[in-house]
């Protein structure tokens, strides 16, 4: 079992950052590929990026490409979403989420056997 509590949102104006922190319980976060979601309003929950178990590897939607970029700290059970330049488009719920049984990131949120509760972000224009 591990439970994920997500931190770090807000209200941001456009151009502005944020960063996301998610802490998991458990002590084999390091066995648990890790990914951020986000669910705008009306729309279906989409995959945002992901981390591999080690961190050496990274995965992104195009839309936030060069923008975002996660990261984790396998010492503290933590990972992180850090989000420049934010947009208007980037409000949403964010969600992490992590996948106990894929060697490789995935973007299929079915994949994922744990998830947060969501920590809002709008960004105003």
């Known amino acids: 079992q591990v439970q994920l509590v997500e931190s770090g949102g807000g209200l941001v104006q456009a151009g502005g950052s944020l960063r996301l922190s998610c802490a998991a319980s458990?002590?084999?976060?390091?066995?648990?590929?890790m990914g951020w979601f986000r669910q705008a309003p009306g729309n279906e929950r989409e995959f945002v990026a992901g981390?591999?178990?080690?961190?050496?590897?990274?995965s992104y939607a195009d839309p936030v490409k060069g923008r975002f970029t996660i990261a984790r700290d396998n010492t503290k059970n933590t990972v992180y979403l850090q989000m420049n330049s934010l947009k208007s488009e980037d409000t949403a719920v964010y969600y992490c989420?992590?996948?106990?049984?894929?060697?490789?990131?995935?973007?299929?949120?079915?994949?994922?056997?744990?998830w947060g509760q969501g920590t809002q972000v709008t960004v105003s224009s």
């Open positions: 458990g002590r084999t976060f390091s066995s648990y590929v």
């Open positions: 989420a992590a996948d106990g049984s894929s060697l490789l990131i995935t973007r299929s949120e079915n994949r994922y056997d744990y």
């Open positions: 981390i591999s178990r080690g961190g050496s590897r990274t």
